[in-house]
């Protein structure tokens, strides 16, 4: 009977101390934010450099230990990929590719119609209505069909929002715990 109580007290020792050693090992996002730039920053470093481009993607990535942030850029017929250190603030890849011939594609369902009366909010209007949700870092924006993508992760929880282009309505709404 001691044998079969030991066994669980073992496997709950391992567990914790595995869970210890990984929080020691890889750093937090939250740990290492007061050293980075922010996703706006990685932003604005990205528009300086392709002068007219519109941010269509921005996320913060980790490769190797080290973070980065990855921007998609548009401006007129060409599509921009930088990556930017997230310490630095230095550009660290920039590739520029002609945006290919699209055909056209039968309707979406989720595919939002740009209503005629109305304009289009800006990334910081989006952001702030996001932020009115969840609270934390934006780690991650994107303009996909009229719709604002939008992360934020704030310590282990991170929160996934929707948001409609041009009402401002949240489409969607998820929190999980990392």
Known sequence: MKKWMLIPAVAGVLAIGG????????PAVGKQSDKMISLQDAKKVATDKVKGGIVTEAEL?????????????KEGKYEYDLEIDAYTGKI????KEMENEKVAEPAKE???VKPDS???????????????QASGVVTDFEL????????LKDGNIEYELEIDAFTGDILSFEQDED
């Open 19 to 26: 869970v210890a050693l990984a929080e020691e090992s890889v």
């Open 61 to 73: 990535d980790e490769d190797d230990g080290r973070y980065h942030y990855e921007v998609d850029l």
């Open 92 to 95: 660290i890849k920039f590739e």
């Open 110 to 112: 989720k595919q939002a």
């Open 118 to 132: 109305k304009t289009m909010l800006t990334e910081e209007q989006a952001i702030a209505i996001a932020k009115k």
């Open 144 to 151: 996909d069909d009229n719709v604002y993508e939008i992360e």
